[in-house]
Nanobody, 123 residues
Framework: QVKLVESGGGLVQAGGSLRLSCAIS????????MGWFRQTPGQERQFIAA????????YYADSVKGRFTISSDKVKNTVYLQMNSLKPEDTAVYYC????????????????WGQGTQVTVSS
């Protein structure tokens, strides 16, 4: 069984920064990857970033490229999302998830999800 717990969300002004953490309990294998998604009310969950557990290859949505950075700490079994230059349109609930296979960009490729953490960016 795998459990994912996000933390680090909150309220920040536009232009500010936040770092989200995703603590992973349970075994992780190099064949897996971890991803971050976000969701606003009435919208589908949207891919933000992913990182392979093996070698740290990263993937980003165009909307966050250059502003957000995903990283991992295999010793701590934690994945991070550093978010800089935040914009009001980044306001959402952010979820981390474990990818078991398939495209990095689709929710169907992920089997375990955290409960989400709210990020609110004020203008």
């Amino acid at each position: 069984q795998v459990k994912l717990v996000e933390s680090g969300g909150g309220l920040v002004q536009a232009g500010g920064s936040l770092r989200l953490s995703c603590a992973i309990s349970g075994r992780m294998f190099d064949s897996y990857a971890m991803g971050w998604f976000r969701q606003t009310p009435g919208q589908e969950r949207q891919f933000i970033a992913a990182i392979t557990w093996s070698g740290g290859s990263t993937y980003y949505a165009d909307s966050v490229k250059g502003r957000f950075t995903i990283s991992s700490d295999k010793v701590k079994n934690t994945v991070y999302l550093q978010m800089n230059s935040l914009k009001p349109e980044d306001t959402a609930v952010y979820y981390c998830a474990r990818r078991f296979g398939g495209s990095y960009y689709y929710t169907t490729s992920y089997d375990y999800w955290g409960q989400g953490t709210q990020v609110t960016v004020s203008s």
